[in-house]
């Protein structure tokens, strides 16, 4: 009956008699059915990708997207239930931009994960609750570190640091292609490349549903500025005051601070969704290299 479930599952507050806790096993199913997401840690950024499939012929590219900005400095990206993606997404703004009203600093990627995977683990807590059915990959860049990282928080509610990481359906076969690339020596811009590569080589046209790739990338200096000048980023407790005072007076103390945020000032690294002109470049550059190297795999059997 353990390994069955039966008995066991009615409640992700059960443990069956050989230690598993099956609504959380059900919800990595869940995540394991869904499309493919891939983080790569690169020389000089991170990039995160989620496989967007496209359900319906008439549905408007480029709509729920899977990967987002959390903040200025984060990014992230979900796989699995769509609902309980956008719920991930949704408190990961709320507590990024909670930390910062608080401490007036941008929430460290660290943080951020640490806290959402408390988030994601409470649901496995109370019997009233169920486990999230997605798995969401967060990268940002740390200033106190001075470096940038990549974090990937699971169903049960663990998250761990990654050079490269691999979650969904085709998570072990991208997994080891992720594995075989350079991860300390390439650029975003090559890893957005190698990424399209990988979701090409995995997927199967007579298969597979047709898919979009939404990317998104956190690098530094003036590149990020221009792949996207201006994103909006939602804000949960915005509430302009529509009776603004007629003579304003912003900086009543000589002495205080105008800026009560200069760290946010001072940062170059920026995150932001990857251009669809090189998300297609990208697409276009990876089924040439597929094909040559299937050509090569020909003329190699015709010599054999």
Not at 148 to 174: D, I, N, W
């Amino acid at each position: 009956m353990a390994s069955s479930g039966a008995g066991y599952d009615y409640s992700a507050t059960t443990y069956s008699v050989d230690g598993r806790i099956f609504q959380v096993e059900y919800a990595g199913k869940a995540v394991e059915n869904a499309g493919t997401a891939i983080g790569v840690r690169c020389s000089d950024g991170v990039v995160i990708a989620a496989e967007n499939v496209k359900l319906f012929k008439m549905m408007v590219p480029n709509t729920n997207r899977l990967a987002q900005n959390v903040d200025k400095h984060i990014i992230a990206a979900t796989t699995g239930f769509a609902p309980d993606g956008r719920q991930l997404l949704s408190q990961a703004r709320d507590e990024a931009h909670h930390y910062e009203d608080t401490f007036h600093v941008p929430i460290p990627p660290e943080m951020l994960a640490n806290r959402m995977s408390q988030f994601v683990h409470y649901f496995t807590l109370h019997g009233s609750l169920r486990p999230f059915g997605a798995t969401m990959l967060c990268a940002g860049y740390d200033e106190e570190k001075q470096t940038h990282e990549l974090y990937m928080v699971e169903p049960s509610g663990q998250e761990f640091r990654y050079y490269g990481c691999a979650t969904g359906k085709g998570r072990q076969a991208a997994k080891t292609e992720v594995e075989k690339l350079p991860l300390n020596e390439i650029t975003a811009a090559e890893a957005v490349k190698e990424i399209a590569k990988i979701y090409y080589t995995l997927h199967d046209d007579a298969k597979d549903k047709p898919f979009a790739l939404d990317m998104q990338w956190i690098t530094e200096g003036e590149r990020s500025h221009d792949r996207l000048k201006s994103q909006s980023i939602p804000q949960p407790h915005s509430n302009p005051n529509p009776y603004p005072d007629p003579n304003p007076n912003p900086n009543p103390n000589p002495n205080s601070n105008p800026n009560p945020n200069p760290t946010r000032k001072g940062t170059d690294w920026t995150a932001a969704s990857v251009p669809l002109e090189v998300v297609d470049e990208a697409i276009e550059w990876a089924k040439n290299k597929i094909a040559e190297e299937d050509d090569m795999d020909e003329d190699d059997e015709d010599d054999a």
